[in-house]
């Protein structure tokens, strides 16, 4: 089983549908969580933390679930720059070193 | 504040043939990581440096792969000799905190490796 797993989509929308995201991981210990960002052949860039509380960033709102080990990432208002691939990220336990864990992304494109 | 930098920025190589790629971290940044991301899949690290001191490894082949962070800034990454699966995108990227909670990591634009 991958530690951290996506649905890998692609996910195509209309300009100003409301899409979500779902990742889950194997590791119950997994201290920290992210939302990064991937643009076409470019590098990952973060997009936001995650915390059990639930955090939002404008039209981007991510929850964590640690009982199911489930975290989502849900954006509203969709733009056509939101197109990217995104990737769910955790830190697993591993003494103190900040470790990332990538999924292997979810595909998002958005269409006029 | 300038970025990671990473050359070169593409390589195609036929196998068998070595490889070396290099990373200059963020200044002051005494983390450094090393990933390998192949095509339709997200990164995976491959090591990391605590400035010149590895702090895992267990992800590098290390029969052909070796890194090194001599003087605990700029770094290189080699393969020798590649394979065809050594076709990806190698990210570097750096980190500000040396220990403790999960602060951002920055990447680099990635060397795009080919071997034919």
């Known amino acids: 089983r991958k530690e951290v797993e996506q649905d890998p989509g692609p996910f195509n929308v209309p300009e100003g549908a409301t899409v979500a995201f779902n990742c889950t991981y194997s590791?119950?210990?997994?201290?920290?969580f992210f939302w990064y960002r991937q643009d076409c052949r470019k590098e990952p860039k973060l997009l936001m933390s995650v915390y059990s509380s639930g955090n939002e960033d404008g039209r981007f709102t991510a929850q964590l679930n640690r009982a199911s080990q489930y975290i989502s990432l849900l954006i509203r208002d969709s733009k056509l720059s939101d197109s990217a691939t995104y990737l769910c990220?955790?830190?697993?336990?591993?003494?103190?070193?900040?470790?990332?864990?990538f999924g292997a992304g979810t595909r998002l494109a958005v269409h006029p | 504040e300038a970025g990671v930098a990473q050359s070169p920025r593409y390589k195609i190589i036929e196998k068998r043939q070595s490889v070396a790629f290099w990373c200059n971290p963020i200044?002051?940044?005494?983390?450094l990581y090393w990933y390998q991301q192949i095509l339709g899949q997200g990164p995976k690290l491959l090591i990391q440096?605590?400035?010149?001191?590895?702090?895992?490894d267990s992800q590098l082949p290390k029969d052909r792969f070796s890194a090194e962070r001599l003087k605990g800034v700029d770094s290189t990454l080699k393969i020798q000799p590649a394979k065809l699966e050594d076709s990806a995108v190698y990210l570097c990227?750096?980190?500000?905190?040396?220990?403790?909670?999960?602060?951002?990591?920055?990447f680099g634009p990635g060397t795009r490796l080919t071997v034919l």
């Open positions: 990220v955790v830190t697993p336990f591993s003494g103190g070193y900040n470790k990332l864990i």
């Open positions: 200044s002051g940044h005494a983390t």
């Open positions: 590791n119950s210990a997994s201290q920290s």
């Open positions: 440096f605590q400035n010149n001191g590895v702090v895992d």
């Open positions: 990227a750096s980190r500000h905190q040396g220990t403790g909670d999960a602060d951002t990591q920055y």
